[in-house]
């Protein structure tokens, strides 16, 4: 069955600077891979998705992810955090031959400062 | 979000009472999602339906019950054998039936807050 972990439950960046949200997951075989993000009693907007091809993959927002397959990696980064980012982040993982078996990560709660 | 709505945004229960909470679609998706979350737990996996009237249970089925009448609707009910019912629950959807289209993204409803008092 397949796993994700995201190793930190919070991240605390200055406006401005760049941000690392980071994800590792266990499935057997190529992953699907998926970012969520969360506002405060609200359901989850996708942001970005690797299904296959280049490792690094544009999102919304300006987010970008970057897969390594190596180290069973997805973190997910932007250049310049905003204020606006603040939120919690969500990391999912779906085995190609089990569609509905899509798996959360515990979340990551994302805080930028001015 | 968007073309996904669930209802009622928040909703009480009392002990030992059944509460329906509503998930409609107008996205054309074939598939269907009840998630239920807890702070510091991700997203757990209650009931999932491909196609109308068929549905599987999830991680987390006991005490819930879902029906699949429509595409459109995935109604989700919290039964009174549900112990720990507080939470919020997430609806989704996501485009493809069985075997079809398994790398689509899910979307999600706003969400329903249930609280037992």
């Known amino acids: 069955a397949q796993s994700v972990a995201q190793p930190e439950d919070q991240v605390n960046v200055a406006e401005g600077n760049p941000l690392t949200v980071k994800c590792t997951y266990s499935?057997?075989?190529?992953?699907?891979l998926f970012w969520y993000v969360q506002y405060p009693n609200r359901g989850l907007q996708f942001l970005l998705k690797?299904?296959?091809?280049?490792?690094l993959v544009k999102g919304s927002y300006g987010f970008e992810a970057e897969f390594n397959k190596s180290q069973t990696s997805f973190h997910l980064k932007k250049p310049s955090a905003l204020v606006s980012d603040s939120a919690l982040y969500f990391c999912a993982v779906r085995a190609p031959y089990n569609n509905n078996d899509m798996r959360f990560g515990a979340g990551t709660r994302l805080t930028v400062k001015p | 979000d968007g073309g996904i709505t669930q209802s009622p945004k928040y909703l009480f229960r009392k002990e030992g009472q059944n509460v329906t909470l509503s998930c409609e679609q107008n996205l054309n998706h074939d598939a269907m999602y009840w998630y239920r979350q807890d702070p510091g737990q991700g997203l757990r996996l209650i009931y999932y339906?491909?196609?109308?009237?068929?549905?599987q249970k999830g991680d987390i089925a006991e005490g819930y019950s879902v029906s699949r009448e429509k595409k459109e609707s995935f109604p989700l009910t919290v039964t009174s054998a549900q112990k720990n019912p507080t939470a919020f629950y997430l609806c989704a959807t996501r485009m493809g039936g069985p075997g079809v289209y398994s790398n689509t993204e899910a979307f999600f409803g706003q969400g329903t807050r249930l609280t037992v008092v």
């Open positions: 339906s491909q196609i109308v009237n068929d549905f």
């Open positions: 499935v057997s075989g190529n992953p699907y």
């Open positions: 690797y299904i296959t091809g280049d490792n």
